[in-house]
């Protein structure tokens, strides 16, 4: 299956393409986890989709069912517990900032990519 590229965001799907871009970026990004059996990650996904016009910090999403193991990559690599929807801003190779649910709020993720 191919990558998508999804309301802006590029789709990551497999660890390798996780461990490159978290080694490789120089600055800030976000990552989206998002579970597309769920309503309250939908939800958040459009709260977060209208702030991406803001954000100056690239997005990338991962969907937890068809890239559970990237997903965990993340879990580990960050120490970051996972969560559904989920956003962790990733800074110097490491989480900044994360929130989820309904805590998943455009202003918050702005506040943490400057």
């Known amino acids: 299956r191919k990558p998508l590229?999804?309301?802006r965001m590029?789709?990551?799907t497999t660890v390798a393409e996780w461990t490159t871009l978290r080694s490789s970026s120089q600055k800030p990004f976000i990552i989206f986890k998002h579970s597309i059996a769920c309503p309250i990650s939908a939800d958040a996904l459009k709260r977060f989709h209208q702030g991406l016009s803001i954000f100056?910090?690239?997005a990338f999403?991962?969907?937890v069912q068809t890239a559970k193991d990237v997903s965990e990559a993340i879990t580990r690599d960050l120490s970051v517990?996972?969560?559904s929807p989920?956003?962790?801003i990733v800074s110097d190779q490491q989480a900044a900032y994360t929130a989820s649910h309904e805590a998943i709020q455009s202003e918050e993720i702005l506040k943490h990519t400057r």
């Open 5 to 7: 590229q999804y309301m």
């Open 10 to 12: 590029n789709e990551l």
């Open 56 to 58: 100056t910090a690239p």
């Open 61 to 63: 999403l991962i969907i």
């Open 81 to 83: 517990p996972h969560e």
């Open 86 to 88: 989920q956003v962790v």
